[in-house]
């Protein structure tokens, strides 16, 4: 099964570079870290909040609309002291699932 990371993005360009979608509210604590990030989806308010902790949350903090998913394999690998190829299949799990919920978007999508 191929995702969106795989075919480079949903244009099929290139890498795709991901960014929190504008209907996900979020906060970080302590502010300005990337250890526990609460995320509220303000299209499904019926739904719990998302809270992400230690690398997801530094995944999250990633999702800047700047980093290709290969640059966040390589931030994650770098700030725990692991090869790329460790950390690489849960960044995509993590990023298609966060795709899939509506709360990343490819940058340039809305």
Do not use: K, N
């Not at 191929?2 to 890498?15: C, N």
């Not at 989806?41 to 997801?56: N, Q, R, W």
Request: charged share 25%; glycine share 10%; aromatic share 6%.
């Amino acid at each position: 099964m191929q995702t969106a990371s795989d075919t480079g993005g949903p244009a099929g360009g290139g890498p795709t570079v991901w960014r929190r979608a504008t209907t996900a509210a979020y906060v970080e604590s302590p502010p300005g870290s990337a250890q526990r990030v609460v995320v509220l989806d303000l299209e499904h308010l019926d739904l719990p909040p998302y809270v992400f902790e230690g690398s997801a949350a530094q995944v999250w903090a990633c999702l800047d609309g700047d980093r290709t998913e290969a640059e966040i394999v390589a931030d994650l690998a770098e700030a725990y002291e692991v090869p790329a190829e460790v950390v690489a299949g849960d960044v995509r799990r993590f990023v298609d699932r966060l795709r899939v919920l509506g709360l990343i978007v490819a940058d340039g999508l809305g």
